[in-house]
């Protein structure tokens, strides 16, 4: 199902900036500094439900924006283990090592067994596809209340 917003907030956006990324809330203000410059927002979810694994497409006029992916994995999965396949420009991990971020992207890692059968861990990234110099903080400001809100939304025990 893909949603669509069109109209005018006269605030740097030609369309409404969201409050959610897919259904999941997340910090409007922040959503509105990362989303590209354009005339009409369009979330698109995917085939796939947060329990399969869905990848969430924020598209501004056709390009991708910004993109939400949960991917679940077997129990013992971890953070670090995200950046064994591809490298990630200016990696830092914050908030105890809750959460990683790099220049385009920010991501967590969520145990929360008996939810899905593809595993009991559920990797999330949120990605600037378009990054500048002000992505990486952007995001490293909207994921924690985000990923809480996935958490959330996916049932996960807090």
């Not at 996935?150 to 807090?158: A, E, N, S, V």
């Amino acid at each position: 199902m893909a949603l669509t917003a069109c109209g005018s907030s006269n605030e740097g956006l030609s369309y409404p900036a969201p409050d959610n990324i897919c259904g999941t809330p997340a910090d409007k203000e922040v959503l509105k500094s990362l989303l590209d410059d354009g005339n009409e927002l369009e979330q698109d979810p995917g085939p796939f439900s947060l329990t399969e694994g869905q990848f969430c497409h924020m598209y501004v006029d056709g390009n991708d924006s910004v993109v939400s992916d949960g991917n679940w994995h077997k129990n013992g999965y971890e953070l670090r283990d995200l950046f064994q396949d591809y490298e990630a420009k200016n990696l830092r991990y914050f908030k105890g090592g809750a959460y990683a971020s790099w220049h385009r992207g920010a991501a967590t890692v969520i145990l929360c067994p008996g939810v899905s059968k593809e595993g009991d861990v559920v990797s999330v990234e949120v990605k600037d596809m378009r990054w500048n110099e002000e992505s990486q903080a952007l995001l490293e400001k909207l994921v924690p209340s985000y990923f809480d809100a996935y958490k959330k939304k996916l049932g996960c025990r807090p």
